[in-house]
């Protein structure tokens, strides 16, 4: 069983809330999302594992049991070209539950036009397979969002 901590502070919303058709619709995968707090802040790891996909506005960590996890950065933010994002980390790298990945500012991606809402997936997972899943609340960071068996 693996669960999956909150990697920012703020509100969790629900996927089928995210401004985003291909993650409201799980097609990513299954997960909850965040509304996050508007102050610039890091983003840190959801589990223990190795970072395995690594850009500004998202990343992936995969734990000991083979699950990834997906942090996505707002929507759309890719095309913000990684302005106003800083990697903390480096793809390869072990990183532990709480350990800061990338610092932004969700206020600078809203006011460049941009949805700061972060999904957050479990990768290749079927939707029966997580449970307690936090689609509503306030988060602080590294509470739990939902486990994953």
Do not use: Y
Not at 6 to 18: E, F, H, K, T
Not at 61 to 72: A, E, I, S
Not at 91 to 118: F, L
């Amino acid at each position: 069983m693996t669960t999956v901590t909150s990697p920012l502070a703020g509100r969790a919303i629900g996927l089928a809330d995210v401004p985003d058709p291909v993650f409201a619709g799980a097609m990513v995968g299954p997960g909850t999302a965040i509304d996050p707090v508007r102050e610039p802040s890091e983003a840190v790891a959801p589990v223990d594992g190795v970072i395995v996909s690594l850009h500004p506005h998202a990343f992936v960590v995969v734990d000991d049991q083979g699950h990834g996890v997906l942090t996505h950065l707002g929507i759309d933010t890719v095309q913000l070209n990684g302005e106003g994002f800083e990697l903390l980390v480096n793809k390869g790298d072990t990183v532990t539950r709480g350990q800061a990945v990338v610092r932004w500012n969700p206020a600078a991606v809203e006011a460049a036009g941009k949805s700061p809402v972060c999904p957050v997936v479990a990768l290749e997972a079927t939707a029966d397979s997580l449970t307690d899943l936090r689609e509503s609340g306030e988060l602080k960071t590294g509470d739990s969002l939902f486990s994953w068996k």
